[in-house]
């Protein structure tokens, strides 16, 4: 495993081309230190970073992990925009957009 650092704070996007020399065009995976992913079950479904590297192996699409937030905490978090389509827990979606810390109007919501 190998980590680079930032010279400068200038969001995860410019995190990921500091690293893109080492990429070398193939498949990578961005993990945020301050968030743990743990093995999940919740209504007979498990789900894990394992089942979101075998859902880009199956699609090659790239895939991102998502969960919930409330809505007076919207302001502090990115929030993945459907479209309007509705999400069921644990399957893979088309995501349409993120919206940055956007004000709970200009959030999107399912």
């Known amino acids: 495993m190998t980590s ?3 010279s400068d704070a200038l969001g995860l996007g410019h995190a990921v081309l500091c690293a893109k020399h080492l990429l070398n065009n ?3 995976a961005v ?3 301050d968030v743990f992913v743990l093995d999940k ?3 007979g479904k498990s789900y894990s970073f394992t089942q979101l590297v075998r859902a880009w192996g199956d699609t090659g699409i790239g895939q991102i992990m998502v969960e919930s937030v409330e809505p007076d905490r919207v302001e502090k978090y990115g929030i993945a ?3 309007g389509a509705s999400v069921e827990p644990f399957e893979s979606i088309k995501l349409m957009g993120l919206v940055e810390k956007p004000s709970l109007e200009n959030a999107p919501f399912t």
């Open 26 to 28: 193939e498949p990578f």
């Open 4 to 6: 680079v650092r930032q």
């Open 81 to 83: 925009d459907f479209a």
């Open 31 to 33: 993990l945020l230190p």
């Open 41 to 43: 079950v919740s209504s």
